[in-house]
């Protein structure tokens, strides 16, 4: 569930899968590709949400570390690897590619992101509609577009619910500060399991942004009691 916190095995279980690895996993599944974002001090990868609030900038992965480049950093982010096959930033290229050529829908990926170490929260479904391969500090760079979307499940695959109300994307230092002022816990009761973040703002309303005053922790029961309130 979107905001969920959940343990690093809890999000593998989800996802089906004995360890999740890498940061970019195209079509980890039938129906959708998977990224991880992590908020490491220096993080390679930080995520930044556009002012629309519902799209996020993620940048594309460097080449593998070996003896011969010590420094990935200074290298182009690669398209293929050196045996020709695409590498994840090929395979998403491609992806968005097809879809502006009229080839195909937009793919779905599903992210996560790491708040601390074993405390990932999701972040939801994006729509993969747009990439850029630009000049960053002498180097060419992948930055992939993603739009927040929501995602229905059927025993057919997934199709996207254009019905169903979009929501601002909650920014992952955002989480982190609240996870700390929170202590990890519901906020009503206490609780330390089944929790997830909680804010309230519609995309619909627009206006206020994002901040730690109205984001807090909520487990299960006390997030249902909430939207029981609302409808
Ligand atoms: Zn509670």
């Not at 992806?95 to 829908?105: I, L, M, N, P």
Request: charged letters at 30%; a positive charge; glycine letters at 6%.
């Amino acid at each position: 569930m979107k905001d969920e916190i959940i343990s690093y095995r809890q999000m593998c279980d989800a996802e089906k899968v004995q360890t999740l690895q890498r940061g970019m996993n195209y079509r980890l599944n039938a129906n959708y590709s998977v990224i991880l974002m992590s908020q490491r001090r220096n993080a390679p990868y930080k995520d930044s949400i556009l002012q629309d609030g519902i799209t996020i900038e993620y940048e594309g992965h460097d080449v593998p570390k070996t003896s011969s480049n010590l420094d990935p950093k200074k290298l182009d982010q690669p398209k293929v690897t050196m045996s020709g096959k695409l590498t994840q930033n090929g395979l998403f290229a491609s992806a968005v590619e097809d879809y502006k050529g009229g080839k195909r829908t937009p793919e779905i990926v599903r992210a996560y992101e790491k708040i601390f170490s074993g405390v990932w929260s999701e972040k939801g479904f994006f729509k993969l509609i747009d990439y850029k391969y630009i000049n960053a500090d002498k180097r060419k760079v992948y930055r992939f577009f993603l739009e927040e979307t929501e995602i229905d499940f059927s025993s057919s695959g997934i199709t996207e619910n254009k019905l169903r109300q979009r929501t601002r994307i909650i920014p992952s230092d955002i989480k982190k500060i609240v996870w700390e002022r929170d202590n990890g816990r519901c906020v009503i009761c206490g609780a330390s399991d089944e929790l997830h973040f909680d804010h309230d703002l519609p995309y619909s309303k627009g206006g206020a942004s994002i901040t730690p005053d109205n984001v807090r922790i909520l487990c299960a029961r006390h997030n249902l009691q909430k939207s029981d309130k609302i409808e």
